[in-house]
């Protein structure tokens, strides 16, 4: 139903209420929304935007905490995006709305109420204190494409995007390094010359998914590093991910890029 209103001009956003449940779509999503305008040859275009909350850290077990981003960013004609805030999701949203193209929405569901550092069994926080929780009333847009340096450092970039923007925040501050921290927003495209210019001063890699490790984005991103940066490189790039299981209930905290984690492979990085 919303490929064929955007075929007709309308702006449709549909929503997903799990990442976990958007596979019976696929065929939609793959063979439709993202060939229209090419199978079409720029006759009818498909600008839908497709949100679902995406990603662990809730207690939700194998069916409710996937993050099945890899899946959509191997095809041609999407868009794929991952904000970290209250104030880029909006912004980000409006863009997507905007753009023309079909745009996969993941929002991730563990930082709704706030942000999380990665530290399990603690009290939720919440965005009010957060410089990125105010959100204006009126229309602005966030640049679909573009990544955000949200921390500068020299020792080692770590580049990741969703939830694991604020565990980041959390393991540079607690492991007392200086680290450099990418939100890369956008998974397709994404932005190779913000992260080519951190990769080039730092010489060192972390990259950091949810999502298992095996084909994850995190191997697209370290593929392209190496290739733009191999000089530069004093270090084997490190992929922080989740495990080659099915998301487990029980052993979450041992699933997630948690804050201890994430230091041990900053840590793993810099004294290489």
């Known amino acids: 139903m919303a490929i064929g209103m955007a075929a007709r001009g309308l702006k449709p956003i549909a929503e997903i209420q799990f990442a976990d449940y958007i596979f019976p779509a696929i065929d939609q999503i793959v063979s439709e929304m993202s060939r229209i305008r090419y199978r079409s040859a720029g006759q009818f275009t ?36 991952v904000p970290s805030n209250p104030y880029d999701a909006k912004g980000m949203l409006i863009a997507a709305v905007e753009s023309g193209d079909p745009v996969i929405f993941f ?26 929780g105010e ?18 450092g020299s020792a080692c970039t770590l580049i990741t995007y969703g939830t694991l923007v604020h565990v980041a925040e959390a393991a540079a501050e607690h492991s007392g390094l200086d680290v450099e921290i990418i939100d890369l927003k956008s998974l ?7 992260i080519a210019a951190s990769v080039n001063k730092t010489g060192r890699v972390v990259v950091a998914q949810e999502a298992p490790r095996t084909s994850g984005f995190a191997a697209e991103l370290a593929a392209q590093i190496q290739e733009e940066c191999f000089y530069a490189l004093e270090a084997p790039i490190f992929r922080l991910t989740g495990w080659d299981t099915p998301y487990p209930h029980a052993h979450e905290w041992a699933y997630f890029p948690t804050r201890d984690r994430m230091i041990r492979a900053l840590k793993t990085v810099t004294e290489a």
Request: proline content about 11%.
């Open 135 to 152: 959100v204006p009333e009126g229309r602005y847009t966030v640049e679909l494409g573009k990544a955000e340096v949200v921390r500068e």
């Open 188 to 194: 397709v495209p994404y932005d190779i010359e913000t």
């Open 107 to 132: 929002e991730p569901k563990r930082i709704y109420n706030g942000p999380f550092d990665g530290v399990p069994d603690k009290p939720l926080a919440s965005w009010a204190r957060h410089p990125k």
């Open 46 to 81: 498909s600008g839908c935007v497709v949100r679902s909350p995406w990603g662990g850290g809730i207690r939700g077990g194998q069916t409710h905490s996937m993050s099945p981003e890899a899946f959509f960013t191997h095809v041609p004609g999407l868009q794929v995006v």
